[in-house]
T-cell receptor, first 114, second 115 residues
Framework: DTGVSQDPRHKITKRGQNVTFRCDPI?????LYWYRQTLGQGPEFLTY????????KSRLLSDRFSAERPKGSFSTLEIQRTEQGDSAMYLC????????????FGPGTRLTVL | AQSVTQPDIHITVSEGASLELRCNYS??????LFWYVQSPGQGLQLLLK??????LVQGIKGFEAEFKRSQSSFNLRKPSVHWSDAAEYFC?????????????FGQGTTLQVKP
């Protein structure tokens, strides 16, 4: 069990650029979640996948955000035309099938938009 | 709307002293309840969880939490704090209804441990 991994760990970009983050969940986990955490706040839910299906998206996920999980394995989160307000830590978590199962979190990707 | 409140943004305790971190939730029914810890550069780690049954739950690293339905609270405790416990602590709820697994987190409490 290598845990949940995220890449890159840090990303600095200029406003208006596109960025893509990757999350590799624990291999046998069906569910994959994305959260966003801003300074001094707890994580906020963005979206989740059950296998390859994206089943819920938060209203926080504007149309500039898109997430995919092809083949139900790794997932990517893309932000288009980044804004300074997108600066945050993006966390990925995975869990077994049922909603109440423990979510295992990755170390996060810290995004800074200049 | 469901919400989680952690009234203490920052707490400082001396090493060896006892600790209690407060958590209150707002939800119509008893949700699933969790405490996570986040150390710098680390992902969130689950300390303990409450689903049902005994209202005093034991977790890892010597932590425990007590669910009090009448107070809508789920406070985290530790009898004797170690310097390595310095971190940020998050209370979270998982609404019982629905199947999303969407955790709702409080804003966190930063714990500082004095030598």
């Amino acid at each position: 069990d290598t845990g949940v991994s995220q890449d890159p760990r840090h990303k600095i970009t200029k406003r208006g650029q596109n960025v893509t983050f990757r999350c590799d969940p624990i291999s046998e986990h069906n569910r994959l979640y994305w959260y966003r955490q801003t300074l001094g706040q707890g994580p906020e839910f963005l979206t989740y996948f059950q296998n390859e299906a994206q089943l819920e998206k938060s209203r926080l996920l504007s149309d500039r955000f898109s997430a995919e999980r092809p083949k139900g394995s790794f997932s990517t989160l893309e932000i288009q035309r980044t804004e300074q307000g997108d600066s945050a830590m993006y966390l990925c978590a995975s869990s077994l099938r049922e909603a109440y199962n423990e979510q295992f979190f990755g170390p996060g990707t810290r995004l800074t938009v200049l | 709307a469901q919400s989680v409140t952690q009234p203490d943004i920052h707490i400082t305790v001396s090493e060896g002293a006892s600790l209690e971190l407060r958590c209150n939730y707002s939800y119509g029914a008893t949700p699933y309840l969790f405490w996570y810890v986040q150390s710098p550069g680390q992902g969130l780690q689950l300390l303990l969880k409450y689903f049902s049954g005994d209202t005093l739950v034991q977790g890892i690293k010597g932590f425990e939490a007590e669910f009090k339905r009448s107070q809508s609270s789920f406070n985290l405790r530790k009898p004797s704090v170690h310097w390595s416990d310095a971190a940020e602590y998050f209370c979270a709820v998982l609404p019982y209804s629905g199947n999303t697994g969407k955790l709702i987190f409080g804003q966190g409490t930063t714990l500082q441990v004095k030598p």
